[in-house]
């Protein structure tokens, strides 16, 4: 997308609009028939200082989507100036990076737990029937895993046997179809997140302790806090995973 820059003449005097709405004055009184060198300078370097900042950081720009549908994802990124590709298994995960991982049921969501410890941040978003989550970004051990995120719903619902039943019970696996404007929605939401982790912007710290949810007849969003928990000791037999 261009960013434009505007240039015009407020009482005789050069004036330059950045492409995010902040205006510049051009020193010296100038008209813009007498000073436009120094107008055009401006124009250029904020629209470099504006083209920077949207690069990513050094060690953040490999971001991949493992999951079905990832190919889908990997175009909507791409159409938006990410560059993300498919995630290969044998890929180093040591080497830093951020994996979208589009698990196809809730026993799919724990199979990268592990990665935000050797490097690598995990970006969870799935569907539960008309819902869409995504999950909290976790870039370290320190962060919400996909097990206390699952809790943390548990503590909150007014039907947590219920759902606990439901994501319990076997279920095929399934690929995230969504309609075109909730579809237009949680890639806003996926590109929001991946920019932030790319600038490691203000933004970022909030996303790792926000669940998000759509639902995607409605079209509500709504944020949920999940804040993470030291490990309590394994119980014998420890505690059934979901197998939907």
Partial sequence: ????????????????????????????????????????????ELLERRLAGQRPAAGRERVSVAGPGAGRVVGALEAAGVLATPWDDAQ?????????HLPSSPAERTRFD??????????RCYAEGELVFLDPLALSPRDP?????????????????????????????????????AWSM?????????KAWQSESAALQPLRRTLWRLDTRTLAASEHPVLPFPEPALLAGGLPLPRR
């Fill in 1 to 44: 997308m261009e960013h434009a820059v505007d240039t015009f003449d407020v009482d005789g005097r050069i004036t330059v609009r950045s492409g995010d709405g902040i205006f510049f004055r051009v020193p010296g009184g100038s008209t813009p028939g007498t000073n436009g060198g120094a107008a055009d300078r401006i124009r250029a």
């Fill in 92 to 100: 180093d995960p040591a080497v830093p990076g951020l994996l979208i």
């Fill in 186 to 194: 949680v890639i806003a939401r996926v590109l929001g997140t991946v």
């Fill in 114 to 123: 592990h990665l935000p410890a050797a490097g690598t941040a995990v970006l």
């Fill in 145 to 181: 895993s996909s097990t206390q995120i699952l809790r943390r719903r548990l503590a909150a619902s007014a039907a947590a046997a219920e759902l606990k039943a439901w994501l319990q019970t076997p279920a095929a696996a399934t690929e995230l179809s969504l309609p075109d404007t």
